[in-house]
């Protein structure tokens, strides 16, 4: 058997599975939550269509190359990340895009998954920088220098992107910072301590970074807030979008409207209540609990968190601390997208402009979130082989991690 065709066989079936099912169901709903738009649902449809063969493409070559490869592009995507996000920092554009040779995208995403693949390198490469400088090297390995590298990384996009005013991508680079630290081996009394200060400086971010940063983003939480409380708000005007949406998925039920539905049938969205300009990207979640109803709403969220579950399973069997970043990191990003898309719908976050991953419509983004599923697939196929996890269990049989029975020999 070859290698290729070994590498071929050796997949995670079970990760294609879940990825290409929420795919599927994603090109469904973007043909109804698009069909208000001048070119029609069918056209978006299409589109995405393309969008996820050329994503095929990225994902099986991305999964069949050894995943340590791909650390020699963080530094150079992270540079051009963060550059093109800078570029764009001060522009007026709601939709923080930008155009390189006819193709549009947003750079913040692009920034993010450099991020992943920054970080990843420096868990896998600085404890050996550590180990080849004498006498000192010793300091890399500190928590206090880990927690400064996942600062600087993670630190530097973040602020770039806020000061853009997109902070729905700069949240997102949270929970990914958040993983870095867990996965490097941070103790907790440091990220104790971390959340300690962070929650102190909490209400002098909000009243004074936040508003010179991004005045709407204030008034979204502020809004956010008022709607929480129960008080009232304007549903003509600033409160128009939130109110629609969580009356769409509210009154849905069990089965929901029904797919395609029109006025007859209730449909919100029919009578374009639904942002429609943006119901087939950020607000393709309402469509769905519309049409869908609970029992839709309930099957797009197990195939979520089933997609992240095979995820850890894949980071478990993980050969190295790269690889376990990767995945974590991967994970991080598409827990941070989903809870803040959905979040945002049923009232339990802010409005941002964020895509729910390989469900909205969103061109480069599908295309990003499958090769990020196939670095998670090429940490599963150049996995350690079972009678070495086996063999290191043997050795440190009260080390916390993977147990595995000597019975499998």
């Known amino acids: 058997m070859t290698p290729l065709l070994r590498k071929l066989l050796g997949m995670n079936w079970a990760l294609v599975f879940w990825m290409y099912g929420l795919l599927v169901f994603g090109v469904l709903s973007i043909e109804s939550a698009a069909r208000h738009l001048p070119q029609g649902g069918e056209y978006f449809a299409s589109q995405q269509k393309q969008w996820i063969l050329i994503g095929s493409g990225v994902y099986l070559v991305t999964a069949l190359i050894d995943y340590r490869w791909f650390r020699w592009l963080g530094i150079p995507l992270y540079v051009v990340g963060v550059g093109l996000c800078a570029r764009i920092m001060n522009s007026d554009d709601e939709v923080h895009q930008i155009t390189v040779g006819g ?3 947003q750079p913040a995403q692009l920034a993010i998954a450099a ?11 600085l404890p050996r920088l550590g180990r080849m400088i004498p006498k000192v090297g010793w300091l890399l390995e500190e928590p206090m220098v880990k927690l400064g590298a996942i600062a600087v990384i993670a630190g530097i996009p973040f602020l770039v992107v806020v000061k853009m005013g ?3 991508s700069a949240l997102v680079w949270l929970p990914v ?10 103790p907790f009394r440091y990220l104790s301590f971390m959340a300690l200060v962070g929650m102190a400086i909490l209400p002098m971010l909000y009243f004074i ?7 709407r983003g204030t008034a979204r939480i502020e809004l956010w807030l008022d709607m929480l409380e129960g008080r009232e708000v304007d549903v003509s005007a600033e409160a128009w979008a939130p109110h629609h949406i969580a009356v769409a998925i509210g009154h849905a039920g069990w089965s929901g409207t029904g797919y395609l539905s029109g006025e007859e049938q209730g449909s919100l969205h029919a009578r374009k209540l639904i942002p429609f300009n943006t119901a087939h990207n950020d607000f393709i979640f309402p469509v769905i609990a519309e049409e869908q109803g609970f029992r839709g709403s309930m099957l797009l969220i197990t195939g979520f968190t089933l997609l992240l579950v095979t995820c850890l399973f894949v980071a478990s069997y993980a050969r190295d601390p790269m690889g376990r970043m990767l995945v974590g990191g991967v994970v991080g990003l598409f827990f941070a997208h989903i809870f803040e898309n959905i979040g945002m719908c049923v009232q339990l976050m802010p409005i941002t402009g964020i895509p729910l991953p390989l469900i909205s419509y969103s061109g480069t983004f599908v295309v990003m979130c499958m090769f990020l599923l196939g670095l998670v697939q090429s940490v599963w196929i150049h996995r350690k082989p079972l009678r070495e996890l086996v063999a290191e269990q043997e050795e440190k049989p009260h080390s916390p991690g993977l147990i595995i029975s000597s019975d499998v020999r």
């Open 166 to 168: 997109d902070m729905g």
């Open 209 to 215: 970074v936040l508003p010179q940063a991004s005045e």
């Open 177 to 186: 910072a958040l993983v870095a630290m867990i996965v490097s081996g941070v």
């Open 103 to 105: 193709l549009s995208f």
């Open 115 to 125: 991020g992943i693949l920054m970080l990843a390198w420096l868990l896998q490469d």
